[in-house]
Antibody, heavy 121, light 107 residues
């Protein structure tokens, strides 16, 4: 069965960096786009970025462009989010999600359990 | 960016009821509309994609309809496990955007 397990969250000071990971299993990882989506406390869902199976396509939300970098290691079935220059407003639960094959790009079908990132002095 | 607006923001209903949640896009999105269910403290769960196609394992009590800018999610015969927050999402164009959520509560 499809499993997505995030890790790497924690408490970080404003201006600091953090790297999130998502370990995938139960499917052919390289066939699928993957995404990071976050949810601030008591707020709605915010899409952050996609990455294609070949890593050739990586759009970002304006709120994180230039600060966050999505990447993947298909040999290790892993997705990453490098977060730099963190701000208070980046405090959220971060979810990785499977997005679908190229033919069905954009369709989110599975979510991880999330990892909490808290940015505070 | 395409803005997605859900109504109502909250809804009270009883077990056994049939409810409908509406999602409106600020511009046409074809049928590139998905619905998600989220329970407190849990990750979202994917329910519907392509406006009306059920994700694997999702019961047929959930149904979606619409096209262009106006979409609906209908849940028939509400059960206790259906009380949650529901989000719509467009994936017609970047960036994908979500509605603000509709909280479905037990009356």
């Amino acid at each position: 069965q499809v499993q997505l397990v995030e890790s790497g969250g924690g408490l970080v000071r404003p201006g600091g960096s953090l790297r999130l990971s998502c370990a995938a299993s139960g499917f052919t990882f390289s066939d699928y786009y993957m995404s990071w989506i976050r949810q601030a406390p008591e707020k709605g869902l915010e899409w952050l970025s996609y990455i294609s199976g070949s890593s050739g396509h990586t759009p970002y939300a304006d709120s994180v462009k230039g600060r966050f970098t999505i990447s993947r290691d298909n040999a290790k079935n892993s997705l990453f989010l490098q977060m730099n220059s963190l701000r208070d407003e980046d405090t959220a639960v971060y979810y990785c999600a499977r997005v679908g094959t190229a033919a069905a790009a954009g369709i989110i079908d599975y979510w991880g359990q999330g990892t909490l990132v808290t940015v505070s002095a | 960016d395409i803005q997605m607006t859900q109504s109502p923001s909250s809804l009270s209903a009883s077990v056994g009821d049939r409810v409908t949640i509406t999602c409106r896009a600020s511009q046409g999105i074809g049928n590139y509309l998905a619905w998600f269910q989220q329970k407190p403290g849990k990750a979202p769960k994917s329910l519907i994609y392509g406006t009306s196609s059920l994700q694997s394992g999702v019961p047929s009590k959930f149904s979606g309809s619409g096209s262009g800018t106006d979409f609906t999610l209908t849940i028939s015969s509400l059960q206790p496990e259906d009380f949650a927050t529901y989000y719509c999402q467009q994936y017609n164009s970047y960036p994908p955007t979500f509605g603000q959520g509709t909280k479905l509560e037990i009356k």
